[in-house]
């Protein structure tokens, strides 16, 4: 890997924006700018979605799957040996511990390799329709995909959604956050390295309303995958729907852990700090709204308060537990929350503020809230920062409820021993992913994806796969 790349890439060619124009990309832990990096539009957004096309017309969806799963192994194997970099990048652009990022670019190889493993297992079928005639179904790519991603995974993000498509046989066009562009820039050199033909594998760093907009609206393109908010979640499918692309979307979550009376309580604590504070609370499943019984209310908010405590703040590279918050704007976000929350009546158990020694960085503490419903704004929405929400309650009935009336849906945590009642309470709360007793179970295997506000259709496994598949029948008479 060479230096910081900041261009464009389109047909395997670093290329600068048709315009020439560059956007600032900042280090969040100390607000300095790390890097200019050319701006994609509409124009240069054609120009991939040209060059992607063109792809489709050559030798990437007709190489036999094995050879495209090749590529994509020797791809993965390139960001394991290139991780360190890699996690630097994510770490000065995003603001996450060094530690957090290494953990994600693990991830990001193992998502890859499980898609380079599928890619020759992604088979039709016989469908038996009598004597006279023979009938089957094969699985095509569906042709150009753009990928628009989020700024608080940004590799992980795009591996999840980026990999499948390319097993599938699609060619791709990769826009990152423009809060975070680098990593995925890195990794754009390392698709030219592992051998991609031209055209397959476009990165285009820019902004939502400018290249983001031009790849939902693009007539070559047709599939979309976004990870982000649900008020752009809304715009791209809706953008989407005018050219009937396929359409994923991965938005927020308000995630309910419910803490039952005879759960382990030191695990639940632990999963809750994890689940609420990693990443500084910026992950669309943090365990951000705590339900915990009356009866051990007190027993567990010692523990989670104590351990929260312990948790150490500083920059991406001093490698804490804790970095700043990814960008100016969600600092500021998560700072309106927190004054709004202070007007509502909230009790603030912990937290609230940044950090008093710092004076430089986006940063703030884990903050604790603790609200008697759903009533208060703070307690329903996502907040998307170091802030969760505690509130106790009496009857499992209500809890339900509560749950289901919020507007999200991607996951739920049950924290019990007694599994009868956790497996029941499984039919009952409208999520797309529950976990029982842990948080945070996953991996690429697993499909993920939520119900509600909280997005369309499901990424990784299997069904990640399906997303860049169309079935093409086939009736012969005989
Ligand atoms: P946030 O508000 O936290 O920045 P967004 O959901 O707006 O999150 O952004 C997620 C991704 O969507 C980013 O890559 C952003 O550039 C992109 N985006 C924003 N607005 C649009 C849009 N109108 N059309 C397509 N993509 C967009």
């Known amino acids: 890997m060479k230096n910081l790349r900041t261009q464009l890439f389109i047909d395997n060619q670093w290329v600068d924006s048709v315009a020439g124009d560059c956007f600032e990309t900042v280090d969040p832990s100390n607000e300095t700018v790390i890097a200019k990096v050319s701006r994609a539009r509409s124009e240069d957004v054609d120009l991939a979605a040209k060059a992607a096309s063109r792809a489709m017309q050559g030798p990437w969806p007709r190489l036999p799957p094995v050879e495209r799963g090749t590529i994509l192994f020797k791809l993965a194997d390139l960001i394991d040996g290139n991780s360190r970099n890699l996690a630097k990048l994510e770490t000065i652009d995003v603001g996450k511990p060094l530690s957090d990022s290494l953990g994600d670019i693990a991830g990001v190889s193992d998502t890859i390799r499980y898609n380079a493993g599928a890619a020759d297992k992604l088979e039709g079928a016989t469908i038996p329709i009598g004597p006279d005639h023979f009938d089957f179904s094969v699985m095509e790519p569906i042709g150009v995909t753009g990928h628009i991603m989020p700024w608080n995974y940004p590799l992980g993000m795009a591996a999840r959604s980026v990999a499948p498509a390319l097993a599938a046989g699609c060619s791709v066009i990769l826009k990152p956050a423009e809060q975070s562009p680098l990593s995925t820039l890195a990794f754009a050199e390392l698709c030219e390295e592992a051998g991609f033909p031209s055209g397959v594998v476009n990165v285009v760093p820019g902004f939502g309303n400018e290249a983001g907009a031009a790849l939902t609206s693009h007539p070559l393109v047709r599939g979309i995958s976004f990870t982000g908010s649900v008020a752009t979640g809304r715009a791209v499918y809706q953008s989407a ?238």
Request: charged share 25%; aromatic share 8%; proline share 4%.
């Open 241 to 478: 729907a005018v050219g009937l692309k396929k359409v994923v979307l991965e938005l927020g979550g308000k995630n309910p852990m419910i803490v039952f009376p005879d759960a382990d309580l030191d695990q639940a604590a632990s999963d809750a700090v994890v689940g609420a504070y990693a990443n500084s609370g910026q992950v669309c499943s943090a365990s951000s709204l705590l339900f915990v019984h009356e009866d051990i209310r007190e027993d567990f908010l010692v523990r989670f308060t104590d351990m929260s405590k312990k948790l150490t703040i500083g920059g991406g590279m001093d490698d804490r537990d804790l970095g700043p918050l990814a960008s100016s704007e969600q600092y500021d976000r998560v700072r309106s929350f927190l004054d709004g929350a202070s007007d509502q009546g909230v009790r603030v158990l912990f937290g609230g503020d940044r950090p008093s020694h710092m004076d430089r960085g986006y940063f703030i503490e884990p903050t604790l809230i603790e609200c008697s419903d759903l009533g208060q704004p703070i307690a329903r929405q996502e907040v998307f920062g170091p802030v969760a929400v505690v509130i106790a309650f009496a009857e499992q009935e209500t809890v339900v409820e509560m749950i289901n009336d919020l507007d999200y849906g991607l996951v739920a945590g049950i924290y019990t021993r007694d599994i009868s009642r956790a497996l029941r309470l499984v039919s009952e709360i409208d999520a797309g992913t529950i976990w029982i007793n842990g948080w945070y179970i996953g991996g690429a295997q697993v499909p993920t994806g939520g119900n509600k506000a909280s997005g369309i259709g499901r990424e990784r496994g299997l069904p990640g796969i399906a997303n860049y598949l169309e079935l093409k029948n086939v009736g012969i008479r005989i």
